[in-house]
């Protein structure tokens, strides 16, 4: 298993930027493809980005694409989420997580780590 800790999570106004990042320990990072999930109040969690074990492909939900951008840094065993042009919408507490068997991963299930989530809220 690997350990996950995300960071970066705070209070921003509509319309600003964020970044969250995601440390990994404990396994080969390459190893995992990485996704970025988010729970928001009363809200069942759901996907937001993926990542591949490489780096070379992401995936995104429909609500943030052209907002958020996933990044991973193998070489440092770190994740991030870069959030811009933000909505009330986007509050939610957000979590990492790392799959080691799919290739590119956006179901939840299938991840088999996850951290203890950070928490975003944007107001308007």
């Known amino acids: 298993q690997v350990q996950l800790v995300e960071s970066g999570g705070g209070l921003v106004q509509a319309g600003g930027s964020l970044k969250l990042s995601c440390a990994a320990s404990g396994r080969p990072f390459s190893l995992y493809a990485m996704g970025w999930f988010r729970q928001g109040p009363g809200k069942e969690r759901e996907f937001v980005a993926a990542i591949s074990k490489s780096g070379s492909s992401t995936d995104y939900a429909d609500s943030v694409k052209g907002r958020f951008t996933i990044s991973k840094d193998n070489a440092k065993n770190m994740v991030y989420l870069q959030m811009n042009s933000l909505k009330p919408e986007d509050t939610a507490v957000y979590y990492c997580?790392?799959?080691?068997?799919?290739?590119?991963?956006?179901?939840?299930?299938?991840?088999?780590?996850w951290g203890q989530g950070t928490q975003v809220t944007v107001s308007s």
């Open positions: 997580a790392a799959d080691r068997l799919s290739p590119l991963n956006t179901v939840a299930r299938r991840y088999n780590s």
